[in-house]
């Protein structure tokens, strides 16, 4: 089992910068590739970005791309999304999720055993 918790959601005006936590136990935290995902109210959980065990491979959602970025810790078992330029159709729930040893960072959602609890993002215009 991988247990996920989330941080640094909060409100900010558009344009600002957050940054969330993902903070990792249970298992080996570099045996998992990483994602972020978000769902705002009455829409579908989406894909925002992931990263591979090593942090060598990243991708991201082409709506965040260039705006946000991806990092991880494997020494403090922490994921972290830097979120920058912030808009207000980001406002959503933040999930972290966590795919033992895949190919390639997974987009697909259901692809992902592990979730956080997630945590509460809200841009306001």
């Known amino acids: 089992q991988v247990q996920l918790v989330e941080s640094g959601g909060g409100l900010v005006q558009a344009g600002g910068s957050l940054r969330l936590s993902c903070a990792a136990s249970g298992r080996t935290f570099s045996n998992y590739a990483m994602g972020w995902f978000r769902q705002a109210i009455g829409e579908e959980r989406e894909y925002v970005s992931s990263?591979?065990?090593?942090?060598?491979?990243?991708l991201y959602a082409d709506s965040v791309e260039g705006r946000f970025t991806i990092s991880r810790d494997n020494a403090k078992n922490t994921l972290y999304l830097q979120m920058n330029s912030l808009k207000p159709d980001d406002t959503a729930v933040y999930y972290c999720?966590?795919?033992?040893?895949?190919?390639?960072?997974?987009?697909?959602?259901?692809?992902?055993?592990?979730w956080g609890q997630g945590t509460q993002v809200t841009v306001s215009s």
């Open positions: 990263i591979s065990e090593m942090g060598g491979t990243t």
């Open positions: 999720a966590a795919k033992h040893r895949p190919l390639r960072p997974p987009t697909d959602l259901n692809a992902y055993a592990y």
